[in-house]
């Protein structure tokens, strides 16, 4: 029957170096055995070194792909990942309202691995003040969740309290990724679900840096599942455990900050 395999979107910016961006995110949900399809926002000249340049669709365009999609295909779940500027922001806020592509997860994206800026300063509060709010899953790391939330976030009690007030501005489930944080053993995310219950998600630090896409990774594969009709909890559940094994297992490729591995889960026998 048409339209009866899980299908998902993800709206975002490419990586002509196959790391991140929807290039990552096409890869995690094929290996989560979903249909993938894209919104392109921006397209970017970008390596494992760092991002030489990039580019915003024209918003003409970007509408356009929605509708197409939206003509045709029967998504269950999407994404947002690098929106670029403010007034991508609002037109995806605007096509998000439009049309009904399932629970949305919102991968606030500020700032390369290599520390190119991939929003616009002046964008950072339209993420806030219009597309948090629509999130049924939010995933920022701590530089981004601090921005948001205007809270400086230097320990563990400081990502609860960031988790509580993203949720105060309408995303209804929040992980908070802490990666950045200075542990040396241990990489620790917090969940704040929207029923309020809350947990952390602990896995080995590895020390690599091939971990270009982390985010984009545990986005997608979350997405993946929520198509699939996985609850909230168990989907970033999976999506913790799919990214730790991306790093655990690394694949050499560029001579930067390589992409993560993305088939290691699957060929560890989960399901």
């Known amino acids: ?60 365009l970007v509408d356009e792909q929605f509708s197409s999609i939206a003509a045709d295909l029967k998504i269950r779940a999407c994404k947002t990942g690098m929106l670029a500027d403010a007034e991508h922001v609002h037109g995806v806020v605007e096509n ?14 500020m700032i390369a691995k290599g520390g190119a800026a991939l929003l616009a300063e002046d964008a950072v509060a339209t993420v806030r003040d219009e597309l948090v709010p629509l999130a049924d899953v939010l995933t920022p790391n701590l530089p981004e969740a601090a921005r948001l939330t205007g809270q400086e976030i230097t320990d563990s009690t400081g990502m609860e309290q960031a988790a509580v007030a993203l949720q105060d501005l309408g995303a209804k489930n929040v992980i908070i990724k802490g990666g950045h944080e200075a542990t040396p053993d241990q990489a620790s995310d917090f969940v704040l679900l929207a029923d309020g219950r809350s947990f952390w998600l602990t896995a080995p630090r590895y020390d690599t840096v091939r971990t270009h896409g982390t985010g984009d990774t545990l986005s997608s594969c ?8 996985k609850d909230f909890e168990t989907a970033i559940r999976i999506g913790k455990a799919y990214v730790t094994a991306a790093i655990a297992n690394p694949i050499a490729v560029g001579n930067g900050h390589g992409p993560l591995n993305h088939w290691a889960y699957n060929q560890g026998g989960a399901e």
């Open 1 to 60: 029957m048409a339209n009866e395999f899980p299908q998902t979107l993800t709206i975002a910016g490419t990586d002509s170096g196959g790391g991140a961006g929807v290039m990552a995110d096409l890869k995690t949900m094929q290996e989560r055995n979903v249909f993938a399809t894209v919104v392109v926002v921006a397209v970017t000249a970008q390596n494992t070194l760092g991002v030489q340049d990039f580019m915003a669709l024209p918003q003409k």
């Open 96 to 109: 998000l309202k439009k049309y009904d592509f399932g629970p949305l997860t919102v991968d606030p994206v």
């Open 222 to 229: 979350i997405t993946a599942e929520l198509a699939k009709g």
